[in-house]
């Protein structure tokens, strides 16, 4: 929110990267003590999500990939899948730190993050409310979402002529149809 606050007060970012414009906010108009408690809360917070994350990421490779899919029926062994969980954790943690180090820009980190939460959504929705979704069914719709966003997002389909019109009157459809 402060990063959206001062791209509305006009603030440029310092060296011209978006990333720098929280630091550059708090440091600027928060006293020692108030930038202090605010850079405990960003990590507190970063830690929080992290952890859910992890442990969330773990139990579904635990029990969906492992004891439904590779283990044989009745010969889940509890220690393996407790190893599993934990290789998941450190494999996840070191993808994390290689795409942090990348530093990516963080506005398009969030509308990556987005499309994947909206790819995965969805479907979920769906399937609550429309008992005909199976499991081949939301995976083929997630990777169906995610398939026609990357190349529409990085620019490999030109958004111009019929295609342009097409995904506009999709977008429109779509919009119309929300429930919101």
Not at 50 to 73: C, E, F, H, Q, W
Request: with cysteine; net charge neutral; hydrophobic share 60%.
């Amino acid at each position: 929110m402060l990063g959206v606050l001062a791209l509305y007060a006009g603030v440029t970012p310092l060296d011209g990267n978006a990333n720098n414009l929280v630091p550059q906010m708090a440091a600027t108009y928060l006293g020692p003590a108030m930038l202090c408690l605010f850079f405990i809360l960003i990590i507190g917070s970063l830690a929080s999500t992290a952890d859910s994350d992890l442990a969330a990421l773990s139990s579904i490779v635990m029990t969906d990939i492992y004891g439904r899919n590779l283990a044989k029926p009745g010969e889940v062994k509890p220690h393996l899948m407790l190893l599993v969980g934990r290789l998941t954790m450190i494999a996840a943690t070191i993808i994390g730190l290689y795409l942090a180090g990348k530093q990516f820009n963080i506005l398009e980190l969030l509308v990556l993050v987005g499309a994947i939460w909206g790819a995965l959504v969805f479907p979920v929705i769906a399937s609550f409310y429309w008992s005909k979704v199976t499991n081949r069914a939301f995976s083929a719709g997630v990777l169906g979402a995610l398939i026609v966003f990357f190349p529409v997002r990085f620019g490999w389909i030109a958004l111009d002529g019929v295609i342009g019109l097409v995904t506009d009157a999709m977008a429109c459809i779509g919009i119309r149809l929300s429930p919101v």
